[in-house]
């Protein structure tokens, strides 16, 4: 069974920094990629970042040019820094992984329980 455990959030002044870190236990065949999204209250979920080993992140709109993450996939850790912080980023951040499971046939999708991020202004 693949978990995903989430640490960091919480109260972030705005203006300030928010780190996050999420690390899967279980057994993974293959990483495809790891990453944040983020969920604010009314409205949908939204990409934060995601990364594939080897490849360039991908950002959301709304974090680009003030974020950046990392993947260590021997450790199977995703670390994720935005700065510049905005009341707008308020939301509950949430861990995802896309990973090839038993037989490497089939990819499955593994979510976080979420960590609440307020930005205060």
């Known amino acids: 069974q693949v978990q995903l455990v989430e640490s960091g959030g919480g109260l972030v002044q705005a203006g300030g920094s928010l780190r996050l870190s999420c690390a899967a236990s279980?057994?993974?065949?293959?990483?495809?990629?790891m990453g944040w999204y983020r969920q604010a209250p009314g409205k949908q979920r939204e990409l934060v970042a995601i990364?594939?080993?080897?490849?360039?992140?991908v950002y959301g709109d709304s974090v680009k040019g003030r974020s950046d993450i990392s993947i260590d996939e021997a450790r199977k850790t995703v670390d994720f820094q935005m700065d510049s912080l905005k009341p707008g980023d308020t939301a509950v951040y949430y861990c995802?992984?896309?990973?090839?499971?038993?037989?490497?046939?089939?990819?499955?999708?593994?979510w976080g329980q979420g960590t609440q991020v307020t930005a205060s202004s």
């Open positions: 995802h992984l896309m990973a090839l499971g038993r037989g490497g046939l089939q990819n499955f999708h593994y």
């Open positions: 279980g057994y993974i065949f293959e990483i495809n990629h």
């Open positions: 990364i594939t080993p080897g490849h360039s992140p």
